[in-house]
Nanobody, 123 residues
Framework: VQLQASGGGLVQPGGSLRLSCVIY????????IGWFRQAPGKEREWVLC???????YYGDSVKGRFTISRDNAQHTVHLQMNSLKPEDTAVYYC??????????????????WGQGTQVTVSS
């Protein structure tokens, strides 16, 4: 089981980025996917997640600005980030957990993690 996150970079405040998380080694259909981020000197923060059946859940800090979607056929989950703010600067990680028993929910913990991609929002 491997996850590879990509799409990070440097963007000005108010700009957009689209992160991708490609999943290798298992069938994405059975997994809930979460995105987390960690800024320098801060603890890792849950950002949002998408359940097995496509239900989405967002943290308050990103609600209305970020959107998560999944393409099971392409083994990929996307994170569209709009109206970016300097406080969104962090390393972003995707994580996966087999959650077929609870298709509408997201887990509290994840066993499988990607390597992270840096997002920097600065003028």
């Amino acid at each position: 089981v491997q996850l590879q996150a990509s799409g990070g970079g440097l963007v000005q405040p108010g700009g957009s980025l689209r992160l991708s998380c490609v999943i290798y080694g298992f069938t994405l259909d059975d997994f809930a996917i979460g995105w987390f981020r960690q800024a320098p000197g801060k603890e890792r923060e849950w950002v949002l997640c998408i359940s097995v059946d496509g239900s989405t859940y967002y943290g308050d800090s990103v609600k209305g600005r970020f959107t998560i979607s999944r393409d099971n056929a392409q083994h990929t989950v996307h994170l569209q980030m709009n109206s970016l703010k300097p406080e969104d600067t962090a390393v972003y990680y995707c994580a996966a957990e087999r959650y077929i028993r609870y298709p509408k929910r997201c887990p509290r913990s994840y066993d499988n993690w990607g390597q992270g991609t840096q997002v920097t929002v600065s003028s």
